[in-house]
């Protein structure tokens, strides 16, 4: 399966962070700590043209901890600060928010030194489709400043927002890269639901998540689903699940498509445990 998703209005996403970009002095990097490697956008350093970041590993509550650990430790050691959050629930903003004030020290320093009024240092969020951009600037902000929703790409416009910690903050669009140049890559966005399920196939994605888990994880997929003697290959545990919840269809058989949609919400949801699917250095 060939996966492709790249919105019109993600080019002018692209177009307006570049633009943006003379607006503020640190830039947040928001990935999904689930796949902080398949979550960045392969063009982003060139995007960023050296502008100072902060990496913010979201949704660590659902990864893996030793994973995720070994992800900051990653980053720190090739000079980006980095920091595991939890946007939903405010685990690791203020740790967040501190490293993006220290970042943004050398720039007002130098507007400073001009001779100009000092201001609040000012910070944008970037991030793929559906990573937790906006539930992230509405847990800064303290209201609801920015829309949020569990679709990929909800947020289109842009805002100035103010916040107490000293931050000014702008609000963009998420952005993707208009060709997933890896298969696997594109795989792993689809599992953790940063790409829209019309353009991709449930079924064969959630083959490829049943694949991994019975590689790294064996048991975990029958003791949640009460599996008896689970059979060995993807298709048939997934035919057995499907029984299991009574997903069945005019002549018997099982419904393959409610069955994935089910496992892919569970393991998105943290209910088959908390797993991160890229390594470091992978």
């Known amino acids: 399966m060939d996966i ?8 002018k996403a692209r177009r307006q962070v570049q633009q943006n970009l003379k607006l503020v002095d640190v830039v947040i990097e928001l990935l999904d700590a689930r796949i902080p490697a398949s979550s960045r956008n392969p063009d982003i350093d060139r995007i960023l043209q050296g502008k100072p970041r902060v990496m913010a590993l979201n949704k660590a509550d ?3 901890p030793a994973k995720t650990a070994l992800w900051l430790d990653f980053f720190k050691k090739n000079g980006l600060p980095a920091v595991a959050v939890d946007a939903q629930r405010g685990m690791g903003v203020k740790q967040m928010v501190a490293l993006t004030e220290q970042q943004a020290r050398p720039a007002l320093n130098k507007y400073r030194a001009r001779g100009r009024r000092a201001r ?9 489709p559906n990573v937790g951009k906006s539930m992230l600037i509405n847990r800064l902000a303290g209201k609801k400043a920015a829309r949020t929703g569990n679709r990929p790409g909800v947020t289109r416009g842009e805002q100035w927002i103010k916040l107490g910690s000293g931050l000014e903050l702008l609000d963009t669009p998420g952005i993707l890269w208009p060709k997933f140049e890896d ?3 594109a795989y792993k966005l689809a599992m953790t639901g ?3 399920e019309q353009v991709y196939d449930p079924e064969d994605v959630c083959l490829k998540l049943v694949e991994w ?6 048991g975990v997929l029958a003791e949640r689903y009460k599996l008896d003697n689970p059979p060995g290959t993807a298709w048939e545990v997934l035919i057995s699940i499907g029984t299991k919840r009574g997903f069945i269809v005019s002549g018997g058989k099982v ?5 994935a949609v089910l496992v892919l919400k569970e393991f998105r949801e943290g209910r088959l445990g908390k797993y991160t699917l ?5």
């Not at 888990?213 to 064996?218: E, F, G, N, T």
């Not at 419904?255 to 069955?259: E, H, P, V």
């Open 62 to 64: 659902l990864a893996d």
């Open 183 to 185: 298969p696997e890559a």
């Open 194 to 196: 940063a790409i829209k």
């Open 4 to 11: 492709q998703w790249y919105p019109g209005h993600m080019a």
């Open 278 to 282: 890229d390594l470091p250095g992978q």
């Open 255 to 259: 419904d393959g498509y409610k069955t």
């Open 213 to 218: 888990l019975l590689d790294r994880a064996p």
């Open 120 to 128: 609040l240092a000012r910070c944008m969020v970037v991030g793929v």
